[in-house]
């Protein structure tokens, strides 16, 4: 059954693409010559030298932090089958562009496939809306799917190559130029504009619905909080939470007393993503008069409970965090007021800045935000809440190695090697351990 698809914009960038000899489901791919390669032994191929292959087109872009991260993925799947399959990665940034952006990320982990630049003419058969955008292509050539990156598992490729029917659902490319878009949009907005009280939820559409993932603005005398795709959970969440709350919120914060979470939120299991984006994704619209304001989230609140017919709160419970600890002397933490100002904690190929090859630092920075990093990269690769109960007030020069730091991936889980971690935390007088704590949780029951 074919479906169109558009998957969470927090997975996915948007892009436009110009449309040449555009290619769909069931089209024999040309045999043209696909120049500008990187990361192959060739400047140039063509489909049929992996004609017999399963081939996955992987479009994505520098931008598209989905993308980065699904690279380890890409080059362990390429090989584990790599009699079988050939995955291409495809950007449409240029050669030397691309060349420059994987010089920079010496350390990262850059799948052993080609990678072609420009986008070309593969970009002009496959348009794409968003990053990854996948195309499979069987042995003999024949486009048999237009789907997400998340399709792309051991699982599936394994029931393909076995001869195994896949339900994906399939994309089809939208130009944001189209009348159907531009008309239907115009209109959308034009109900918002002139209703003194609107509220919308609906399962996501990619012409229809409001077009701003996350934002809450003022204007027309209206104030309104707009989310263009999210799960059912995540509405929740950002009701009875501030944004700043939202950016530290953790996955085992979500209390879920339901019979079947599924639909509550995205699924652990990223082979059964797509299944769940077309049944559990929605759009949600509020728009009130600003002079209501103070009452917005309690709007957003009602809408929710009671289109979802569960009862929803913000409460206080005992669940596992990890804990920052003080666990011997970290005076000799703190830094001389005559030291500059340096910042090179990051993890290589997230910052534009030239890091150091062996070790990464902070130097004369506020003890505050190093603890904010280091509770974001724990909390978004293990999924549980972090407190900070260091008492310490002033700036601080810290080093940790560059291996240990370009190891981790946020938002993939378990990436981070935390016993390493915690060793050199260690030798700070700090450490982080695993205990319960009272945090502020989401609570859905069903009624």
Not at 31 to 47: G, H
Not at 170 to 186: C, G, N, P
Not at 235 to 252: C, G, H, L, V, Y
Not at 325 to 334: C, E, P, S, W
């Amino acid at each position: 059954m074919k479906k169109i698809l558009i998957t969470l914009a927090i997975l996915f960038c948007w892009v436009q693409t110009n449309i040449g000899q555009q290619l769909r489901v069931g089209d024999k791919v040309p045999d043209f010559t696909i120049e500008n390669v990187i990361n192959y032994d060739a400047p140039s191929f063509k489909i049929s030298d992996f004609e017999g292959k399963l081939v996955i087109l992987d479009f994505w872009n520098h931008g598209c932090k989905a993308c980065i991260r699904a690279f380890p993925k890409i080059d362990s799947l390429q090989k584990e089958f790599s009699d079988q399959l050939q995955f291409i990665m495809v950007n449409n940034e240029d050669k030397e562009k691309s060349e420059k952006w994987i010089a920079k990320r010496s350390n990262f982990r850059i799948p052993d496939v080609p990678m072609v630049t420009g986008g070309g003419k593969l970009s002009k058969a496959f348009p794409q809306n968003f990053y990854p955008w996948h195309v499979w292509i069987d042995e003999n050539r024949i486009v048999r799917f237009i789907t997400g990156g998340s399709n792309a598992s051991r699982k599936n490729i394994q029931k393909f190559l076995e001869g195994e029917e896949l339900d994906f659902s399939q994309l089809s490319y939208i130009s944001k130029s189209d009348s159907l878009y531009t008309t239907t949009r115009e209109d959308y907005e034009n109900t918002v504009k002139s209703a003194e009280y609107y509220s919308y939820l609906a399962k996501y559409d990619f012409i229809k619905g409001p077009k701003n993932n996350w934002t809450r603005n003022r204007q027309n005398g209206k104030i309104r909080i707009s989310r263009e795709s999210g799960s059912i959970a995540s509405f929740f969440r950002d009701a009875f939470f501030t944004p700043q709350e939202i950016d530290r919120f953790p996955k085992n914060a979500y209390v879920l007393n339901v019979e079947d979470e599924f639909k509550y939120r995205p699924p652990e299991d990223k082979s059964l993503l797509d299944q769940w984006i077309s049944k559990n994704m929605y759009s949600y619209d509020l728009a009130i008069p600003e002079s209501r304001a103070e009452d917005l989230n309690s709007f957003m609140q009602q809408d929710l409970m009671r289109y979802f017919n569960v009862e929803a709160s913000r409460e206080k419970r005992l669940i596992d965090c990890y804990v920052l600890v003080n666990t011997g002397d970290i005076q000799k933490l703190r830094s001389s007021e005559e030291m500059p100002s340096v910042d090179s904690l990051f993890i290589q190929g997230t910052s534009d800045k030239k890091l150091p090859s062996d070790y990464r630092y902070m130097q004369n920075m506020p003890f505050e935000r190093f603890a904010d990093r280091i509770a974001y990269w724990v909390r978004s690769t293990s999924g549980i809440a972090v407190v900070n109960e260091v008492e310490f007030n002033g700036n601080i020069t810290i080093k940790f190695s560059a291996e240990l730091i370009d190891s981790i991936l946020p938002k993939v889980k378990n990436s981070l090697d935390l016993e390493k971690l915690r060793k050199e935390l260690r030798s700070y007088g700090l450490d982080i351990v695993k205990e319960e704590r009272m945090i502020d949780c989401l609570v859905i029951s069903e009624i």
